[in-house]
């Protein structure tokens, strides 16, 4: 569920804030979310009660999968944006290539 949740709270957000912001903060959940996992097994795992040990990794996991979560819809926008750039400047090289050709054939002298 955590990863539904950044999926939609993240990819929104990252819309308005911007996407460095946005994967800076995607990042920051996933390692605070892996640093407390961590430190709950660290802390947990001694003790004799293991229902405190999984509510703590649950709640970690769960922030965990919001950087998860929202990185998706931030890579993916910025794979698409690189996808036409590179488009873009494919079409400038071939476009450059044949303006020489194009403007030999436009004054070229007539025959008439």
Known sequence: TGVIVGMLALGYAANKIGRRKGSLLTASLMSGGALAMVLVSIIWSSQDSVVFLYRGMAVSLFFFGIGVGGEYPL????????????????QNIVGERLKPTSSRLDNSPSTD
């Not at 926008?77 to 494919?90: G, H, P, W």
């Open 75 to 90: 890579a993916a926008s910025l794979a698409s944006e690189r996808a036409m750039e590179e488009l873009i400047e494919k």
